[in-house]
């Protein structure tokens, strides 16, 4: 009950860090569209209608029926479902083998991106927080063997946002038994699971009118994957861009992180999934890049476990907290003016100067990182040898 007490407590002392460095509410782009279909649900209003983002209706149609102004009513929705879904990853990481430590850094750096920031405070008339809080429901589901709650991830998912379908061979991978390929009963029971959230998924698509007639899964996908391989070099850079010192780690750690996602090809096969619809799925890469953070943060908690007696050192800890604020820009306020610049999430729209910047910023901050963990590393040794 005490670790409970102190993770509620920190979690609301992190949101309002947040809200009060982030003291605007921007409405601009899919807000509109959102907001539109909160109102209206569905009707002549073009926005209401306009693919892909009338198909995406779980949020909009349950706000609608709060009586508040649709801003006020997004803003506090995303704000409570935010500190729900940092306290249930906190248990999913304890579940994936982390200790209070771990799984509670993992919390912070999930909190601390800023694309959290942008999409629950900042931006909220938005269906992100939502699609966050199904991930966190789907992965604890696959992890605790809980086929009521992935199934019900998957419906939510279904109503929510197209990226859901990753999950299903996430789950069949992890059921499945070890060594065997094709596990009969594990895939029955996976196409049973996903029979009805994939048919509520394609009949949205069939049963709810578009405005834009011209809109196409298939020709929108081709062309933005010409722009993920134009933007090759940025694409990469996003990954430090939203995660932060969380790839440091990883990438200190290859050999051991690549072994750890052989064992465990279900986070294998759903980053590789993110990764595609990373490449098909539009213009905003580092939000659609952010949907990997359930197993890119239960593998950083499996490589910070293989190494505690230098991950728990005071200064390390102390360094990975002030890094990642440090990268993620935490104590400059997102404005209508510089969030596009600062806080770019479509690769192509950060100005060069600007990419180059934050290029020499991840550098230094990689560096000191090195520096400290070569340190504590040699200090082990000593300590071991003597």
Not at 3 to 15: N, Y
Not at 47 to 55: K, L, N, V
Not at 243 to 257: Q, R, S
């Amino acid at each position: 009950m005490r670790i409970k007490l102190i993770l509620i407590g920190s979690i609301l002392a992190g949101l309002l860090l947040l809200k009060l460095i982030t003291p605007e509410v921007y409405h601009g782009y899919d807000a509109g569209f959102y907001r539109a279909m909160s109102r209206e649900l569905i009707s002549d209003n073009p926005r209401t209608i306009t693919a892909p983002y009338s198909y995406r209706v779980l949020t909009p149609w349950l706000l609608h029926y709060i009586p508040l102004e649709s801003e006020t009513a997004f803003a506090i929705y995303n704000a409570i479902l935010c500190a729900i879904s940092a306290y249930l990853l906190f248990f999913l990481l304890i579940d994936s083998g982390g200790d209070n430590l771990e799984s509670s850094l993992g919390v912070f750096f999930f909190l601390s991106s800023w694309v959290n920031a942008r999409f629950s405070i900042f931006y909220p008339v938005h269906i992100d927080g939502t699609y966050y809080f199904i991930l966190i429901l789907a992965f604890r589901g696959i992890i605790r063997k809980n086929n009521t709650l992935f199934f019900i991830a998957l419906i939510l998912g279904a109503f929510t946002r197209e990226y859901f379908l990753s999950l299903i061979p996430a789950y069949y991978l992890y059921q499945k038994e070890k060594g065997c390929f094709l596990d009969g009963p594990i895939l029955w029971k996976t196409v049973k699971l996903s029979l009805l959230p994939v048919l509520i998924f394609l009949l949205l698509r069939i049963l709810i009118p578009r405005s834009n007639q011209d809109f196409n899964y298939l020709e929108h996908g081709l062309y933005f994957s010409r722009m993920f391989f134009l933007y090759g070099r940025r694409i990469l850079h996003s990954y430090l861009n939203i995660y932060g010192v969380v790839i440091f780690v990883l990438l200190l750690h290859l050999p051991p992180f690549i072994s750890f996602l052989r064992k465990n090809l279900y986070l294998a096969i759903y980053l590789l999934l993110s990764i595609f619809f990373l490449m098909i799925g539009g213009a905003d890469r580092c939000r659609i890049n952010f949907v990997s953070f359930p197993a890119i943060l239960i593998c950083l908690v499996a490589i910070l476990k293989r190494h505690r007696s230098i991950y728990r050192n005071k200064l390390m800890v102390g360094y990975l907290v002030i890094a990642q604020l440090f990268l993620m820009r935490v104590f400059s306020p997102m404005t209508t003016e510089n969030w596009r610049k600062i806080w770019w999430s479509n690769v192509s729209f950060c100005p060069k100067m600007e990419f180059q910047q934050s290029l020499i910023r991840y550098g230094l901050a990689a560096t000191a990182f090195l520096l400290i963990y070569l340190g504590l590393s040699l200090r082990e040794k000593n300590k071991i040898s003597t």
